[in-house]
């Protein structure tokens, strides 16, 4: 069987959605009008073919349907609640060799009482200014095991937009089924539609290893510097291969589920097992404000 990861979808298969021909009347085009109408009348169904046309056979439109994507997912993350900002201030702080550099108004008078002694200057009274690190840092893992493509893909692309909107100094998306893709890692700098395309081009296939995602986002998040370092689950929690996602979980400083909405049971008893929070998302028009729900 062909790896669904890479697998394309024909102009033919597309056209069985109904609003395939209003958004691509014509081969290697792509009608961005339609799309926003159809965001008006039925945001899910839209976000779901849009994901489907990024797999499209048709390179054209492909393209056109990935830099739509990326701007347009971006954009419906970022109507959600406004974002504690990740990214440092800053600030006057006690010195510290490694802190930053010398803040010499606020240290003068130390400066000019030892200069006038001859005396050492006392650290204790000297100040620098330094960055305080990022208060939250968040690791998103995708599920993307079985036959991942139209909404759950929308839904996997809208959540990368949604971590990377709200802590874009600090984050990381991975994707898992079988195995553990990294889209973008903790200390990486990469675009943030660069990161939804990439989550758009993972077509689901395989097995569920929970506890190798687990642990893998354990150790992106062993990177950052931040106070709060927070695993995003998105998933049923469905663990098909050997592994202990307990012990995984158990490892992790937070870890907070979003399931899907009607299929959420297995989930929810995981949650209860380690201790997690968990809400549910219907789909990709709910999955931004379902994780600013379940952060704050």
Known sequence: MADASKRTTSRRELARNPRFEQISPEV???????????????????????????????????????????????????????????????????????????????????????????????????????????????????DRSGSMGGAPLATSAVAAAAVATRSPADYSVLAFGKDVVVAKSQDGDKPGDRV??????????????VAAALQVAAAQLARSRAARKVVILLSDCRATVEGDPVAAAAALEELLIVAPAGDSDEAEAFARRVGARITTAAGPAEVAEAIARVLE
Do not use: H, Q
């Open 196 to 209: 939804v395309n990439d989550v758009l081009s993972l077509r689901g296939f395989g097995t569920t290893d």
């Open 28 to 142: 290697g085009e792509l009608d961005e009008a339609a799309v926003e109408e159809g965001l008006s009348d039925d945001p899910d169904a839209t976000m779901a073919l849009l994901a489907d046309l990024t797999g499209a056979t048709d390179p054209k439109l492909r393209e056109l349907a990935r830099r739509l994507a990326g701007r347009l997912f971006l954009d419906v993350a970022r109507r959600g609640p406004p974002r504690p900002r990740g990214i440092g201030k800053m600030v006057e702080l006690p010195y510290r060799p490694d802190r930053g550099d010398l803040d010499l108004d606020a240290s003068m008078d130390a400066l000019v009482d030892a200069g006038g002694t001859g005396g050492a200057v006392d650290p204790e009274r000297l100040r620098v200014r330094g960055w305080t690190r990022p208060g939250t840092a968040l690791c998103l893992a995708v």
